[in-house]
């Protein structure tokens, strides 16, 4: 936890503004406040192993008839705290100790009356991977393995009639045998507050991920067809984006509304249900949030977003992966092209001028007009195309050009064009890239 999820707290930081660091300041607490219930329902519960117990936490707390779901440490030999787990942990893989380290566990409480034990265990089987040993995705360590903690033999019973189930449909999956731990609860200690409800607390953007995309035999899930896997050889190999989604993600569904569903970026994209690499190429690490959209180059993975907050930061991402380093500083620094040194100086086809990132159109090259400035200029841009601020900047009182779908730097605008607008949209040519009209 200590290495993986401090860099996962940090990255998404920057990328989504506002999420709070799995190493803050430890300040034991009582345990989360559960959810509201019958005070004389008679509930059962279950301590559950599955990784990082922010995702679990939020996986299970989605079943109907659980009533609560807290976070916290169980069955090993030392004290129950997250310094003392770390810490542990560290004495473990550097053989200083035998003695054994608490799995992060979420305890389930659950109504019996409305759910059962074997519809909880269901929740838990999909929601991970079971087969990785000491470890779920990119946290590696004793702490993160998968684990089931009964009370009594009934507990007992289910845990392995489920596990049997699920194993058959694993196998037929293709993936190996399950790792998980079943045993009797021997301890149980509570997390901290601030690791309780973590992704209710920070939402900001992302979805907590399931687990293998293999469904539980019988479930409501396993009527539905399984998303399968996105094949390599149909993707286009030199550049792709794939974006990973989840059935129920927020926002999954906001990045289409707002990206997808008008996407007209030059590089190629493609959505996927199932949480693995296109066929023949490789993540660099696994899912742990949707969306999460990969950029892949020559069937490797080179870049990856995960989350959404907005257009602005998503396209910025994305420029940083396909503009060059002068681009850049154009596009992001407000920078400028010497004069004479752009790009479509001499452009003269039939076509349009479009956001490098977005695709979206900018201006028309029958707008364009020759000013003897060393930059391309037009008279006109096209219609919602770019978006106007002051500038003042080197003591200048000037007017910036920026593209209204990314908000890249494109130059500025000038009274002393030509008729009939008078405007010279003096423009960095390196950040434009023109598309010829058909057959041209």
């Given at each position: 936890?200590?290495?993986t999820?401090?860099?996962?707290?940090?990255?998404?930081?920057l990328?989504?503004?506002?999420l709070?660091s799995?190493?803050?300041?430890e300040?034991?607490?009582?345990?989360?406040n559960?959810a509201?219930?019958?005070?004389h329902?008679q509930?059962?519960?279950?301590v559950?192993?599955?990784?990082?117990f922010?995702?679990?936490?939020?996986?299970?707390s989605e079943?109907?008839?659980?009533?609560?779901?807290?976070s916290g440490?169980a069955?090993?030999?030392?004290?129950?705290?997250y310094?003392?787990?770390?810490?542990?942990?560290?004495?473990v893989?550097?053989?200083?100790?035998?003695?054994r380290n608490?799995?992060?566990?979420?305890k389930v409480?659950?109504?019996?009356a409305k759910?059962?034990?074997?519809?909880?265990?269901?929740?838990?089987?999909?929601?991970?991977?079971?087969?990785q040993?000491?470890?779920q995705?990119?946290?590696?360590?004793?702490?993160?393995?998968?684990?089931?903690?009964?009370?009594?033999?009934a507990q007992?019973?289910?845990?392995l009639?489920?596990?049997?189930?699920y194993?058959?449909?694993?196998?037929?999956?293709?993936?190996?045998?399950i790792?998980?731990?079943i045993?009797?609860?021997?301890?149980?200690?509570?997390?901290?507050?601030?690791?309780?409800?973590y992704?209710?607390k920070?939402?900001n953007g992302?979805?907590?991920?399931?687990?293998?995309?293999?469904?539980?035999?019988?479930?409501?899930?396993a009527?539905?067809?399984?998303?399968p896997?996105l094949?390599?050889?149909?993707?286009?190999?030199?550049?792709?984006l794939?974006?990973f989604?989840?059935?129920?993600?927020a926002f999954?569904?906001?990045?289409?509304?707002?990206?997808?569903?008008?996407?007209?970026?030059?590089?190629?994209?493609k959505s996927?249900?199932?949480?693995n690499?296109p066929?023949?190429?490789k993540?660099?690490k696994?899912?742990?949030?949707?969306?999460?959209?990969?950029?892949?180059?020559?069937?490797?993975?080179?870049s990856r977003?995960t989350?959404?907050?907005?257009?602005?930061?998503?396209?910025?991402w994305?420029?940083?992966?396909?503009l060059?380093?002068?681009?850049?500083k154009?596009?992001?620094?407000?920078?400028?092209?010497?004069?004479?040194?752009?790009?479509?100086?001499?452009?003269?086809?039939?076509?349009?001028?479009?956001?490098?990132i977005?695709?979206?159109?900018?201006?028309?090259?029958?707008?364009?007009?020759?000013?003897?400035?060393?930059?391309?200029?037009?008279?006109?841009?096209?219609q919602?195309?770019?978006?106007?601020?002051?500038?003042?900047?080197y003591?200048?009182?000037?007017?910036e050009?920026?593209?209204?779908?990314?908000?890249?730097?494109?130059?500025?605008?000038f009274?002393?064009?030509?008729?009939?607008?008078?405007?010279?949209?003096?423009?960095?040519?390196?950040?434009?890239?023109?598309?010829p009209?058909?057959?041209?």
């Open positions: 936890m200590f290495t999820r401090m860099l996962q707290a940090l990255l998404l930081t990328s989504l503004g506002t709070v799995a190493c803050a300041k300040t034991p607490t009582a345990p989360a559960p509201m219930r019958d005070p329902a509930l059962d519960s279950i559950l192993g599955m990784g990082c922010w995702g679990a936490e939020k996986r299970m079943v109907p008839g659980v009533v609560d779901v807290q440490y069955n090993g030999d030392i004290a129950g705290s310094q003392a787990v770390l810490d542990h942990e560290r004495a893989r550097s053989g200083k100790t035998k003695q608490h799995a992060e566990v979420v409480t659950f109504d019996p759910t059962t034990l074997e519809t909880v265990l269901i929740k838990f089987w999909e929601s991970h991977n079971p087969t040993g000491d470890r995705g990119n946290d590696v360590g004793t702490n993160y393995r998968s684990a089931i903690y009964t009370h009594g033999q007992q019973e289910v845990a009639k489920t596990r049997a189930a194993q058959q449909a694993l196998t037929k999956g293709g993936l190996g045998a790792t998980t731990e045993a009797a609860l021997k301890n149980y200690y509570p997390a901290e507050d601030y690791h309780q409800d992704l209710k920070n939402p992302y979805c907590g991920l399931g687990g293998t995309g293999v469904h539980y035999p019988g479930s409501k899930n009527a539905q067809i399984q998303a896997q094949d390599g050889k149909a993707l286009n190999f030199e550049r792709q794939v974006v989604e989840a059935e129920e993600c999954c569904k906001q990045f289409k509304a707002e990206i997808l569903d008008h996407w007209q970026s030059p590089v190629a994209v996927t249900l199932n949480p690499a066929t023949g190429w993540l660099e696994t899912l742990f949030a949707t969306p999460t959209i990969v950029l892949f180059e020559k069937g490797k993975e080179v977003y989350g959404y907050s907005g257009q602005a930061a998503f396209w910025k994305l420029g940083f992966q396909l060059t380093p002068a681009q850049q154009i596009a992001f620094e407000q920078g400028t092209e010497r004069p004479g040194t752009g790009s479509h100086l001499d452009e003269k086809r039939p076509g349009t001028f479009i956001d490098p977005t695709g979206a159109p900018l201006f028309r090259s029958d707008t364009k007009f020759e000013s003897g400035t060393g930059w391309p200029s037009f008279f006109n841009p096209v919602g195309g770019i978006v106007l601020h002051e500038d003042n900047a003591g200048m009182r000037r007017v050009v920026r593209s209204a779908s990314s908000g890249i730097h494109l130059g500025h605008v009274d002393d064009g030509p008729a009939p607008s008078n405007k010279r949209y003096c423009i960095n040519g390196n950040v434009l890239k023109f598309v009209d058909a057959g041209k």
